[in-house]
């Protein structure tokens, strides 16, 4: 029972995280692992997805209600996010990313600093591109970070968030919705992945999503009613634990 009650209050504190800026696998992976050490990782992380999916879901919507996106250029997105998610998660099962872990930290420590310099990064929206040019653009930005989500994953939702802050000139908020509805897109590839092949813990998992919608509905209202600003300290926030995770897992265990 009282591990059932903390894996709940991982789920709440990882979907209220995920539903700012993306990285509630930073809390919501290692509690599964940690309980149920003799599961096979696969199942673990198939539960994970399907816990996390509607956490996810829940908070694109609510953003969306208040946040203006482009369809035309979203949709496309989503779908090449989609296909390139499953592709990933189809090629690790056959490549191990052996290299991929190692170079992540770098690669988090060149965002942290970027957006800690840059001040006023993301505290406007000013939109760079239009039309097809865009389309393109997001689709490229979907396809290869949903392919590495699929492949690998840690901070797949910072990295849409960054990238469409950096190239397409959008603010906090609004590339946190952007990348709420990509995030969907990767995992409900890697979930019908998972499903398919059986590893998923259907009962745990159900108990963890109705926790992680809760958080996420929190974590919503807080990152709409305080904006860009409170979204750009979590962001911060989480890629230094990311770094931290990452490099541990890479360099130490």
Same mark, same amino acid.
């Given at each position: 029972?009282?591990?059932?009650?903390?894996?709940?209050?991982?789920?709440?504190?990882?979907?209220?995280?995920?539903? =700012?800026?993306?990285?509630g696998g930073?809390?919501?992976?290692?509690?599964?692992?940690?309980?149920?050490?003799?599961?096979?990782?696969?199942?673990?992380?198939?539960?994970?997805? $399907?816990?996390?999916?509607?956490?996810?879901?829940?908070?694109?919507?609510?953003?969306?209600?208040?946040?203006?996106?482009?369809?035309?250029?979203?949709?496309?997105?989503?779908?090449?996010a989609f296909?390139?998610?499953?592709?990933?998660?189809?090629?690790?099962?056959? =490549?191990?990313?052996?290299?991929?872990?190692?170079?992540?930290?770098?690669?988090?420590?060149?965002?942290?600093?970027?957006?800690?310099?840059?001040?006023?990064?993301?505290?406007?929206?000013?939109?760079?591109?239009?039309?097809?040019?865009?389309?393109w653009l997001?689709?490229?930005?979907?396809?290869?970070?949903?392919?590495?989500?699929? $492949?690998?994953?840690?901070?797949?939702?910072?990295? $849409?968030?960054?990238?469409?802050?950096?190239?397409?000139?959008?603010?906090?908020?609004?590339?946190?919705?952007?990348?709420?509805?990509?995030?969907?897109?990767?995992?409900?590839?890697?979930?019908?992945?998972?499903?398919?092949?059986?590893?998923?813990?259907?009962?745990?998992?159900?108990?963890?999503?109705?926790?992680? =919608?809760?958080?996420?509905?929190?974590?919503?209202?807080?990152?709409?009613?305080?904006?860009?600003?409170?979204?750009?300290?979590? $962001?911060?926030?989480?890629?230094?634990?990311?770094?931290?995770?990452?490099?541990?897992?890479?360099?130490?265990?």
């Open positions: 029972m009282m591990d059932m009650l903390l894996l709940g209050l991982a789920a709440f504190f990882a979907g209220f995280v995920d539903s =700012i800026v993306g990285g930073l809390v919501q992976v290692p509690a599964l692992f940690s309980f149920f050490p003799g599961t096979p990782p696969a199942t673990l992380l198939g539960t994970n997805k $399907f816990a996390g999916v509607w956490g996810t879901t829940v908070a694109a919507r609510n953003y969306l209600r208040q946040v203006k996106v482009r369809w035309a250029m979203l949709v496309p997105a989503a779908a090449m296909l390139f998610s499953f592709g990933g998660a189809y090629l690790v099962t056959h =490549i191990p990313p052996t290299h991929l872990r190692k170079a992540l930290p770098f690669v988090l420590v060149a965002v942290a600093i970027y957006t800690f310099k840059k001040k006023d990064f993301g505290s406007a929206d000013r939109p760079l591109f239009s039309g097809n040019k865009e389309i997001a689709m490229l930005v979907g396809a290869g970070i949903g392919f590495y989500d699929g $492949f690998f994953g840690p901070g797949t939702g910072s990295f $849409f968030m960054f990238l469409f802050v950096r190239f397409f000139g959008y603010d906090f908020l609004r590339a946190s919705a952007v990348a709420k509805v990509l995030n969907v897109a990767c995992n409900a590839a890697a979930l019908s992945w998972f499903g398919f092949s059986g590893h998923v813990l259907w009962m745990l998992g159900g108990l963890m999503a109705v926790c992680g =919608i809760g958080g996420s509905l929190l974590g919503t209202h807080l990152a709409i009613k305080h904006g860009t600003g409170f979204v750009r300290k979590m $962001f911060l926030f989480v890629v230094i634990c990311l770094i931290c995770k990452t490099s541990y897992d890479g360099f130490l265990r």
